[in-house]
């Protein structure tokens, strides 16, 4: 069983940056596919960013390089450094982990862990 709370959302005006950081109750993150999710109001989940254990980064198209994934192993935590927000970026944010191996996914069913989530609010 893996446990994430996730910290950092808050209100900020459109252009402005947040750093978003989920802390996981487990050894090591190291072999756990990590990854960021976000819904809107009335809309669907859909992730943002997944981080597997080893290689390359995969992001919503969409997001057009404005968000960077990263995660710090030793201190069990995933960052997400949002920049240059906009309004449409308005969400509550999710982490969600799988334990098991898994090619890089942004789809919801390919993970099992989910924390609480934190708000985020893109004012214009």
């Known amino acids: 069983q893996v446990q994430l709370v996730e910290s950092g959302g808050g209100s900020v005006q459109a252009g402005g940056s947040l750093r978003l950081s989920c802390t996981a109750s487990?050894?090591?993150?190291?072999?756990?596919?990590m990854a960021w999710f976000r819904q809107a109001p009335g809309k669907e989940r859909e992730g943002v960013a997944c981080s597997p254990p080893s290689g390359r980064a995969t992001y919503l198209d969409s997001l057009k390089g404005r968000f960077t994934i990263s995660r710090d192993n030793a201190k069990n935590i995933l960052y997400l450094q949002m920049n240059a927000l906009e309004p449409e970026d308005t969400a509550m944010y999710y982490c969600?982990?799988?334990?098991?191996?898994?090619?890089?996914?942004?789809?919801?069913?390919?993970?099992?862990?989910w924390g609480q989530g934190t708000q985020v609010a893109v004012s214009s």
């Open positions: 969600a982990a799988n334990d098991r191996w898994m090619n890089p996914s942004l789809l919801r069913l390919r993970y099992p862990y």
């Open positions: 487990i050894g090591t993150l190291s072999p756990l596919t």
